[in-house]
């Protein structure tokens, strides 16, 4: 471990559980305790468990909160209920992604959701747009962010809730929203949320209660119902879900609409940083699209293989795996918007070599549509 | 399955010797350090490796790994099922696992090659 890298309130359970721990965003995080196989399947056949807490969460306060967060994104804030959250953007004035987040309103203001690798970069950005009636407070190091996803995520927070004193049941929160509630006798914050393509929560504790809430949800009834996944199949899992990872899908270069993310501009909700350039590419529309692809070999597409069409080099791939449900190797990569059409056959230039790929419908893997590979 | 059979090369890969014919494939070690396999690159029939230099390519979901012959020789047979279903290699590295066998050319450089107590004190000193 690198002496400057943190670690979470969990980290003693990651290492007691046999995890093997990798370097992400300057944590020390767990990346597999079994095999990334197995937690993937965990999570889209039952249920699994991650600690996410190196995510950032800063809480924006005040009268001028929501005028703060309205330059800095191109999403509309004003129509946002109280415990209703939002997928959007940081950009910079040329339209690139500084870094992507989920923004949650609160009864007294928002709670921003952002990268690891990006926290400090976007704190200062976020407290350098302050107007003067708002506050901002990075939440992250006196909080934990556990994320239980999976079809039975809800089952496991009912079986919980249920034995918990004045308990709140989660079932009822709608999609993308919040609500308080209690799980092992632990208030928590709920949010119905993920990065996985499965159902599931994501679950904000104080930081004094980590321990006994991780445990009590490992230890639910059934044996194996509850397993804890690492960042491993975390990228798996939302690479199977076609979700951008910030730092490769998407970076400081990339516009909203080349990452098909153009549901989250709107132009017309009053000045943003960006909004200029995003008029001026929204008028001629993305050069180049995000695209998924299969590959039609076995071996795996890697992030920075270079992309030919007709033997020309194109794009690049930006994430890369193999899916463990569909059992192929799939890819997040860019060609120009002239070849980004479902069926069109690509080569990938990996280590030297060249692979046959096909450009596919995204996602990969559609939550109760794609069916699983029997149970081995 | 008896360790002692089995001779080994730094790069976490061993041989099996029966008579003539080196039986090839990748240390626990490696297998556990890679994850899980996904696809696995043999030699076919017929072609020489020679020893120290990469004959395969093993890719796990995290990584690719070139894998090192032991000794030198031609390849006789390689393994089916591995290529099939590489979590065979996860699964059962020093039996079910195995990738190639060979004709050794040079018996001599068996010699060369660690014992299973060499290997694990190799591995016992790169974990301090």
Same mark, same amino acid.
């Given at each position: &471990?690198?002496?400057?890298?943190?670690?979470?309130?969990?980290?003693?359970?990651?290492?007691?559980?046999?995890?093997?721990?990798?370097?992400?965003?300057?944590?020390? &995080?767990?990346?597999?305790?079994?095999?990334?196989?197995?937690?993937? &399947?965990?999570?889209?056949?039952?249920?699994?468990?991650? $600690?996410?807490?190196?995510?950032?969460?800063?809480?924006?306060?005040?009268?001028?909160?929501?005028?703060?967060?309205?330059?800095?994104?191109?999403?509309?804030?004003?129509?946002?209920?109280?415990?209703?959250?939002?997928?959007?953007?940081?950009?910079?004035?040329?339209?690139?992604?500084?870094?992507?987040?989920?923004?949650?309103?609160?009864?007294?203001?928002? #709670?921003?959701?952002?990268?690891?690798?990006?926290?400090?970069?976007?704190?200062?950005?976020?407290?350098?747009?302050?107007?003067?009636?708002?506050?901002?407070? $990075?939440?992250?190091?006196?909080?934990?962010?556990?994320? #239980?996803?999976?079809?039975?995520?809800?089952?496991?927070?009912?079986?919980?809730?249920?034995? !918990?004193?004045?308990?709140?049941?989660?079932?009822?929160?709608?999609?993308? !929203?919040?609500?308080?509630?209690?799980? !092992?006798?632990?208030?928590?914050?709920?949010?119905?949320?993920?990065?996985?393509?499965?159902?599931?929560?994501?679950?904000?504790?104080?930081?004094?209660?980590?321990?006994?809430?991780?445990?009590?949800?490992?230890?639910? $009834?059934?044996?194996?119902?509850?397993?804890?996944?690492?960042?491993?199949?975390?990228?798996?899992?939302? #690479?199977?879900?076609?979700?951008?990872?910030?730092?490769?899908?998407?970076?400081?270069?990339?516009?909203?609409?080349?990452?098909?993310?153009?549901?989250?501009?709107?132009?017309?909700?009053?000045?943003?940083?960006?909004?200029?350039?995003?008029?001026?590419?929204?008028?001629?529309?993305?050069?180049?699209?995000?695209?998924?692809?299969? !590959?039609?070999?076995?071996?795996?597409?890697?992030?920075?293989?270079?992309?030919?069409?007709?033997?020309?080099?194109?794009?690049?791939?930006?994430?890369?795996?193999?899916?463990?449900?569909?059992?192929?190797?799939?890819?997040?990569?860019?060609?120009?918007?002239?070849?980004?059409?479902?069926?069109?056959?690509?080569?990938?230039?990996?280590?030297?070599?060249?692979?046959?790929?096909?450009?596919?419908?995204?996602?990969?893997?559609?939550?109760?549509?794609?069916?699983?590979?029997?149970?081995? | 399955?008896?360790?002692? =059979?089995?001779?080994?090369?730094?790069?976490?890969?061993?041989?099996?010797?029966?008579?003539?014919?080196?039986?090839?494939?990748?240390?626990?070690?490696?297998? =556990?350090?890679?994850?899980?396999?996904?696809?696995?690159?043999?030699?076919?029939?017929?072609?020489?490796? +020679?020893?120290?230099?990469?004959?395969?390519?093993?890719?796990?979901?995290?990584?690719?790994?070139?894998?090192?012959?032991?000794?030198?020789?031609?390849?006789?047979?390689?393994?089916?099922?591995?290529?099939?279903?590489?979590?065979?290699?996860?699964?059962?590295?020093?039996?079910?696992?195995?990738?190639?066998?060979?004709? /050794?050319?040079?018996?001599?450089?068996?010699?060369?090659?660690? +014992?299973?107590?060499?290997?694990?004190?190799? /591995?016992?000193?790169?974990? =301090?």
């Amino acid at each position: &471990m690198k002496n400057n890298s943190r670690t979470t309130p969990l980290h003693h359970r990651h290492l007691a559980a046999g995890a093997r721990m990798t370097e992400f965003g300057g944590w020390n &995080m767990p990346l597999v305790y079994s095999s990334i196989l197995t937690e993937h &399947m965990q999570v889209r056949r039952r249920c699994g468990l991650f $600690d996410v807490s190196h995510m950032g969460r800063f809480a924006v306060t005040g009268g001028d909160a929501e005028a703060s967060l309205a330059k800095l994104i191109p999403t509309d804030l004003s129509h946002l209920a109280i415990n209703q959250a939002v997928y959007t953007a940081f950009l910079n004035e040329q339209g690139g992604i500084r870094d992507d987040l989920i923004i949650y309103r609160r009864p007294d203001g928002y #709670l921003l959701v952002v990268n690891a690798g990006n926290r400090i970069k976007d704190w200062e950005w976020v407290t350098n747009h302050l107007l003067p009636g708002a506050q901002a407070v $990075d939440n992250t190091s006196d909080s934990c962010l556990l994320a #239980l996803q999976g079809p039975l995520a809800f089952q496991v927070l009912a079986e919980l809730s249920a034995s !918990a004193s004045g308990a709140e049941a989660p079932a009822g929160i709608p999609h993308f !929203a919040c609500a308080e509630g209690v799980v !092992a006798d632990i208030p928590v914050l709920f949010m119905h949320t993920g990065y996985t393509g499965e159902d599931g929560v994501e679950i904000m504790v104080n930081s004094a209660g980590i321990e006994g809430l991780w445990d009590a949800l490992l230890a639910v $009834d059934s044996p194996g119902t509850v397993l804890p996944c690492g960042l491993g199949a975390r990228d798996t899992l939302r #690479l199977e879900a076609a979700l951008p990872l910030h730092g490769q899908d998407i970076d400081e270069t990339t516009l909203p609409y080349e990452a098909r993310l153009g549901r989250i501009v709107n132009l017309d909700k009053g000045r943003f940083i960006g909004c200029e350039a995003l008029t001026a590419a929204h008028a001629t529309g993305p050069q180049r699209l995000l695209v998924g692809l299969v !590959a039609e070999g076995r071996s795996l597409l890697r992030h920075q293989d270079r992309i030919l069409i007709g033997g020309e080099a194109v794009g690049c791939v930006t994430s890369g795996s193999f899916s463990p449900v569909l059992r192929r190797p799939i890819a997040l990569g860019y060609v120009p918007s002239s070849h980004a059409e479902v069926d069109t056959e690509v080569e990938v230039e990996s280590r030297g070599r060249r692979l046959q790929a096909r450009i596919v419908p995204r996602p990969f893997y559609r939550r109760g549509v794609t069916p699983l590979p029997p149970e081995t | 399955m008896n360790l002692k =059979e089995f001779r080994f090369h730094k790069e976490h890969d061993w041989v099996r010797v029966d008579g003539d014919v080196g039986t090839f494939g990748i240390t626990d070690y490696a297998q =556990e350090t890679l994850g899980d396999i996904v696809y696995v690159e043999l030699p076919a029939e017929g072609e020489t490796l +020679t020893a120290g230099e990469p004959y395969a390519e093993v890719e796990s979901v995290k990584a690719v790994s070139e894998i090192f012959a032991p000794v030198s020789g031609s390849v006789v047979e390689f393994n089916q099922v591995a290529i099939d279903a590489p979590e065979i290699i996860n699964e059962s590295p020093y039996e079910h696992g195995w990738l190639v066998r060979v004709k /050794l050319s040079n018996r001599t450089e068996l010699d060369e090659l660690m +014992t299973a107590e060499e290997y694990e004190a190799m /591995l016992a000193q790169t974990e =301090e």
